[in-house]
């Protein structure tokens, strides 16, 4: 099993940054990827950012050039910075993580809203 804990939720002015930190424990030698995703009300859960094992970073085209993901693997924590966000960056954000294709592990998620 592996556990997730998320951080660094709330609220910001637009065009402000945020960086969302996500804690690993348990199993975590097992993993080949981490992610983030966000669900805004109303809307179905969306793919943010990953990165795997290897380093090799995606991101959805929305945040591309305005988000980073990384990772600290010495405190099993990966990052996702936030910049220039808009109001539709809204939602809650959830950290998982993989051992195969499909994410099977989910932190508990963290609020971020983008409000003047």
């Known amino acids: 099993q592996v556990q997730l804990v998320e951080s660094g939720g709330g609220l910001v002015q637009p065009g402000g940054s945020l960086r969302l930190s996500c804690a690993a424990s348990g199993s975590i030698f097992s993993i080949l990827a981490m992610g983030w995703y966000r669900q805004a009300p109303g809307k179905q859960r969306e793919f943010v950012a990953s990165?795997?094992?290897?380093?090799?970073?995606q991101y959805t085209a929305s945040v591309k050039g305005r988000f980073t993901i990384s990772e600290d693997k010495a405190k099993s924590t990966v990052h996702l910075q936030m910049n220039s966000l808009k109001p539709e960056d809204t939602a809650v954000y959830y950290c998982?993580?993989?051992?195969?294709?499909?994410?099977?592990?989910w932190g508990q998620g963290t609020q971020v809203t983008v409000s003047s």
């Open positions: 990165i795997l094992s290897t380093g090799t970073t």
């Open positions: 998982a993580a993989r051992r195969g294709t499909r994410y099977e592990f």
